[in-house]
């Protein structure tokens, strides 16, 4: 009689322990799924922290599932056009972010927002950078390596890149592609080293002639008006003189004499 009680306990122990042991295991992938993001390479060490490598993945942009206390993110070798605004803002532990060899032509305002404190290195080279947006960068301080882009050397460049800090021994490759203006001779040239040229001066020179010109339109105008004026008077006030003079009257003689006295 016992017999199929017991059967049936078994059973459920079985049951039980099998439930139990799925569980377990879902909760285990689970828990793999989100401590690295799918399409990267995650990797932990004592010193560094979490690393997470995403290199070469023809990405078009920064996965969204990448671990929130990752402190090394390396996306090179990857397709990525633009960085949007607040990409970064739930890591907030990052300080080293690789960004190389992308197709980058634009960051964002904002764009490493959230970045502020932890960020110390920031590699941008080998993109299709021409210009530099200051909002993409308020205020991070990292050490940044922009060179090997197609920089368009003007005065807002010229303003925006000493706001960072740039990586000293790369400075050499940070070289013009074009210029505004153009003929200072500032193509070819790693523009922030060559102290002598300065794009906002130049800009400042040719707006300050052309203030030059109009302001000499403008009293050119003036004068020619006044001498315009002076003549016109001039011719009215002799015809009036010549008039009065042909009045035949002695009374008109006084009064000739008296009008004369004061136009002159
Ligand atoms: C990461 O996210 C988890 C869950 O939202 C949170 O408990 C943890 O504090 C976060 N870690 C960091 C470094 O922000
Ligand atoms: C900056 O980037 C270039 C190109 O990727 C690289 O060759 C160079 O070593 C980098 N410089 C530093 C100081 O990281």
């Known amino acids: 009689m016992p017999l199929p009680a017991d059967r049936l306990l078994r059973h459920s122990v079985v049951t039980c322990l099998l439930l139990h042991s799925l569980v377990l295991m879902a909760f285990c ?17 004592e010193t560094w922290g979490k690393t997470v490598r995403c290199s070469s993945l023809r990405l078009t942009e920064v996965p969204q599932d990448i671990p929130n206390d990752t402190r090394r993110l ?14 970064f803002l739930e890591l907030p532990l990052l300080s080293e972010l690789d960004l190389s060899h992308n197709e980058l032509v634009q960051l964002e305002p904002g764009a490493f927002q959230g ?16 210009t530099l947006n200051p909002e993409a960068f308020a205020h991070i301080r990292a050490r940044a390596n922009l060179t090997y882009n197609p920089w368009h050397c003007d005065c807002n460049l010229q303003r925006v890149m000493p706001l960072l800090d740039l990586e000293p021994t ?17 193509q070819g040239t790693p523009f922030l080293l060559a102290k002598d040229l300065d794009l906002c001066v130049v800009l400042k020179k ?59």
């Open 29 to 45: 992938f689970h828990h793999a799924a989100t401590s690295c993001s799918k399409r990267c390479y995650c990797s932990e060490s």
């Open 74 to 87: 390396y996306l090179d070798f990857n397709l990525l056009t633009t960085i949007p605004t607040n990409t």
């Open 115 to 130: 970045l502020t404190e932890s960020l110390q290195v920031l590699d941008l080279s080998s993109n299709k950078l021409m």
């Open 170 to 186: 790369s400075l050499a490759g940070i070289v013009c592609q074009t210029s505004e203006p153009e003929d200072v001779g500032a």
């Open 206 to 264: 040719t707006t300050d002639v052309a203030m030059l010109i109009t302001m000499f339109g403008w009293f050119t105008m003036v004068i020619s008006y006044l001498v315009y004026y002076v003549r016109h008077n001039q011719e009215d006030a002799r015809r009036h003189l010549e008039y009065l003079k042909s009045l035949p009257s002695k009374q008109g003689r006084s009064e000739e004499s008296s009008t004369i006295s004061t136009v002159v």
